[in-house]
């Protein structure tokens, strides 16, 4: 029998960290029930303390999640600790994650504090944790840059304390891997109660180590991986779950560990990240990239029909990608559409979203002739509205000739009132920006602008990204639609929404 290796997804939390990638409660809730189809073990839902926004979504998570662990993360204060600890009280099973940072530059310009107060401070908050649940898991932040020595006198002290699982993060992504599996090993050859905790390893991408370093720490016996889809995350991200998932269930002839997940769900999972942030994945990205199993050279071609193993080290449909990707047409009935949404993986809360979902499948069908798994996908996260819209499209009319100047006459609901304006601009989607912006005045600054079709063909839907920017606050939205200027109108108006949530947010690390 193998160990199991935990994963640990961090995606609602650190992958939320990375500008531009904040998401609604009910985008963290449908995600997080992705990840539970997918049966990570654990689902890191946010930072409580952070704001309002953010407990209402741990909450809401932890409400929604059955099969899961739900973890929330807190700072080694007493406020964050208990914060944390309400937040995850409807769990199944919760975990509370908190933190100090322990290397020589953070503990003296940052906390201004002594290395015995930090001792003091990790054994305080592990202690308090316990009493919300017997599951603490505790980080000694910048490990990857802090004193050995330090390392294991605090992460002795907090196994006494009650913590169960050491996470070491190379939060500034500096190491290397031969360097961070000889960190786990020596960690957990030094510390002498290390056999009653489990080694966790959170790795930052910033030299584009962050699988290798992980890898690493699992051949020197770390157990649990903490990790993000698509590798979203701070700076230039966190370990990517499908990539260390798939090394590990690829080379088992490497490793005397595995994990229990159901790969088949990555790629939806991956889509469905990709979508509600708007971080578009790259083509050639490893496991769920475009061209990750498409073989583009003669010889390559020629290998795989002879025997795929020539040339393909994994199966595409072990992580869900799908051959048969043609499902439903405009003849397609209500029951056929309800059990193709139940095979991807897509729950909808209410009878009142299938019915507004369906209604908008009836008219895509119209429109295009074959309505594929994507085109599904996106017309579901399109179709839900959110509970704190503050900004609907009503209707849109958009003029573009020749030799004319293009004018877009757009009406809103904003905040429940109907409001109408035309505006003209440059091209259509230029009009119709300035048409929203000035009934909705929100003094946003356009940062990106993208369109790409979701599937083949000129019939194909048009899925838009934008990212505003305001006082340094960075949101992004997204919207799809056959017609582009419409996407382009829907996702202005979703990253408008994002940005008139309330903004007062704390930083965990800051
Ligand atoms: O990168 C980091 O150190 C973190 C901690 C909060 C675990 O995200
Ligand atoms: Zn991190």
Redesign the pocket.
């Known amino acids: 029998m193998k160990d199991q290796l935990i994963i640990f997804d961090?995606t609602l939390r650190?992958g939320e960290?990375s500008p531009g990638a904040s998401m609604t409660k009910d985008e963290k809730v449908r995600i997080a029930k992705s990840l539970e189809r997918m049966r990570v073990d654990i689902i890191e839902a946010g930072f409580p303390i952070a704001s309002i926004g953010d407990f209402e979504s741990v909450q809401a998570v932890a409400k929604a999640v059955k099969d899961s662990r739900v973890c929330g993360l807190a700072r080694a204060l007493d406020k964050d600790i208990d914060r944390a600890g309400e937040a995850l009280k409807s769990a199944n099973a919760s975990r509370i994650h908190t933190f100090i940072a322990t290397s020589p530059i953070h503990m003296q310009m940052k906390l201004r504090m002594q290395p015995d107060e930090v001792i003091e401070n990790a054994v305080k908050a592990v202690k308090r944790a316990r009493l919300y649940t017997d599951d603490v898991e505790f980080s000694p932040e910048d490990a990857g840059r802090s004193d050995l020595d330090f390392l294991c006198r605090v992460l002795e002290a907090v196994i006494d304390a009650g913590a169960k699982t050491l996470n070491i993060?190379d939060?500034v992504g500096y190491n290397l891997p031969q360097q961070f599996g000889e960190l786990i090993k020596n960690l957990r050859e030094r510390i002498p109660n290390s056999d009653k905790a489990i080694f966790s390893v959170?790795c930052?991408n910033d030299l584009g180590l962050a699988v290798a370093n992980s890898l690493s720490a699992v051949m020197n016996g770390a157990r649990q991986v903490?990790c993000t889809i698509n590798g979203l995350?701070?700076r230039a991200g966190?370990a990517s779950l499908e990539e260390v998932v798939m090394a590990v269930r690829t080379r088992q002839d490497m490793f005397d560990c595995d994990t229990r997940l159901d790969t088949t769900q990555i790629l939806a999972a991956s889509r469905l990240v990709s979508g509600v942030t708007g971080f578009v994945v790259q083509p050639n990205k490893a496991i769920v990239g475009a061209n990750a199993f498409a073989h583009e050279s003669g010889i390559h071609q020629d290998g795989v029909l002879k025997n795929r193993e020539t040339y393909e080290i994994m199966r595409a449909e072990d992580v869900g990608w799908n051959t048969n990707r043609m499902v439903l047409g405009k003849h397609s009935g209500r029951n056929a559409f309800r059990s193709r949404l139940k095979e991807l993986g897509i729950e909808l809360e209410s009878e009142e979203d299938l019915n507004s979902a369906f209604t908008r499948f009836k008219e895509l069908a119209d429109k295009k002739h074959e309505v594929f798994d994507e085109d599904i996908q996106a017309l579901v996260s399109d179709t839900l509205t959110e509970d704190n819209e503050r900004v609907r499209l009503i209707s849109m009319r958009v003029c573009s000739e020749t030799g004319e100047i293009p004018v877009a006459s757009v009406t809103l609901a904003v905040d429940d009132k109907e409001v109408k304006t035309e505006m003209s601009g440059s091209g259509p989607v230029d009009a119709a920006f300035k048409a929203i912006e000035s009934m909705v005045q929100s003094n946003t600054e356009l940062q990106l602008y993208s369109v790409n079709n979701i599937t083949s063909g000129t019939d194909s839907q048009g899925e838009v990204s934008v990212r505003l920017e305001k006082g340094g606050r960075i949101v992004s939205g997204q919207g799809t639609d056959t017609d582009i200027v419409i996407a382009s109108a829907k996702a202005y108006i979703h990253a408008l929404n994002k940005m008139l949530l309330p903004a007062d947010r704390a930083h965990p690390?800051v």
């Open positions: 961090t650190d960290q993060p939060t959170h930052h903490e995350g701070e966190n690390q």
